[in-house]
Antibody, heavy 116, light 106 residues
Framework: QVQLQQSGPELVKPGALVKISCKAS????????INWVKQRPGQGLEWIGW????????KYNEKFKGKATLTADKSSSTAYMQLSSLTSENSAVYFC?????????WGQGTTLTVSS | DIQMTQTTSSLSASLGDRVTISCRAS??????LNWYQQKPDGTVKLLIY???RLHSGVPSRFSGSGSGTDYSLTISNLEQEDIATYFC????????FGGGTKLEIK
């Protein structure tokens, strides 16, 4: 069965960078986009961008250009999102999700806390 | 950018009720409208894609309809396990989510 397993919670200092992972299993990793979504506490969902692991192509929400960098490792079927120059505004839960007909499978979410 | 609006942020209903949640797009999205359920533990699942198509494994009490800019999700015969927040999402141009509608039991 399709599964997306994300890395654990992160506590990082302001100004630092962090890299969150999303390991896929149960399907052909290179055939579907992986999307990343942000959710601040008590807030809605915000689409950050997608990566197509087949060729590494990416598309970003304009709001997250320069903040998020999406990569994928075909050998380990793992997608990554790096967030840089972190501030308290980046504290949130981050989800990865496969897109097919909509976002049909989601990871469990990774909680990022930015605090000194 | 396409904006998605769910005007009802929270909704209270009784078990067995028929519940309708609405979503409006800022422009015609040609039925590229999906619905998601987020449970209190944070897990997110796709319920409906392309306005009215039920995702695999989703109970038939969930249904979707709409066109142009206006869409809705209906839950017939509300069950306890349906307590969650529901988000719409447009996929006509990139991806944008609505703000969510939290469904509670009366």
């Amino acid at each position: 069965q399709v599964q997306l397993q994300q890395s654990g919670p992160e506590l990082v200092k302001p100004g630092a960078l962090v890299k969150i992972s999303c390991k896929a299993s149960g399907y052909t990793f290179t055939s579907y986009d992986i999307n990343w979504v942000k959710q601040r506490p008590g807030q809605g969902l915000e689409w950050i961008g997608w990566i197509y692991p087949g060729d590494g192509s990416t598309k970003y929400n304009e709001k997250f250009k320069g903040k998020a960098t999406l990569t994928a490792d075909k050998s380990s079927s793992t997608a990554y999102m790096q967030l840089s120059s972190l501030t308290s505004e980046n504290s949130a839960v981050y989800f990865c999700a496969r897109s097919s007909t909509g976002f049909d499978y989601w990871g469990q979410g990774t909680t990022l806390t930015v605090s000194s | 950018d396409i904006q998605m609006t769910q005007t009802t942020s929270s909704l209270s209903a009784s078990l067995g009720d028929r519940v309708t949640i609405s979503c409006r797009a800022s422009q015609d999205i040609s039925n590229y409208l999906n619905w998601y359920q987020q449970k209190p533990d944070g897990t997110v699942k796709l319920l409906i894609y392309y306005t009215s198509r039920l995702h695999s494994g989703v109970p038939s009490r969930f249904s979707g309809s709409g066109s142009g800019t206006d869409y809705s999700l209906t839950i017939s015969n509300l069950e306890q396990e349906d307590i969650a927040t529901y988000f719409c999402q447009q996929g006509n141009t990139l991806w944008t989510f609505g703000g969510g509608t939290k469904l509670e039991i009366k």
